[in-house]
């Protein structure tokens, strides 16, 4: 993944996500890297959508990502939670419970937005959280969720 060449970082994370089993802790943390760290987008995106393919482990390091400094690989990791179903709601709920700074805790709950139950009941928790960002996050996520059973 340290290949100078787009063509074959891209291929590498792709071959990854082809190939899920086992989820080593070193090709998790080797791709995820790559979504704040490489300079080409389709690679960037690439590994997101790898990440999707580990389950919960690849979601969990997804929300990490929400902690990122880089804000596209805070809003690609963001979108790939949503996308990931119930490892992704199960991820973000975590990571909203736990993180010390305020501002993953907001990304964790717009990311939840949209994610039916899951989502909502975590979401619910935060409306008492000590940060007004969080709060508010929270509760504009769930006023905007269409159920929340």
Known sequence: ?????????????????????????????????????????EVRAAAARTLQAYGHPGALALSAKLRSRDEDAQARAAAALREAGAHGASA??????????????????????GMAAVGAAALRVRLEDPDPGVRWRAAEALGRMEDLA
């Open 92 to 113: 973000l709920a975590g990571l909203l419970a736990s993180a010390e700074a305020a501002g993953v805790r907001r990304r964790a709950a717009t990311a939840l937005q």
């Open 1 to 41: 993944l340290e290949e100078p060449s787009v063509e074959i970082r891209l291929l590498v994370v792709n071959a990854m996500r082809r190939f899920p089993e086992p989820p080593i802790a070193e090709r998790l943390a080797a791709v995820a890297n790559r979504l704040d760290e490489d300079p080409d987008h």
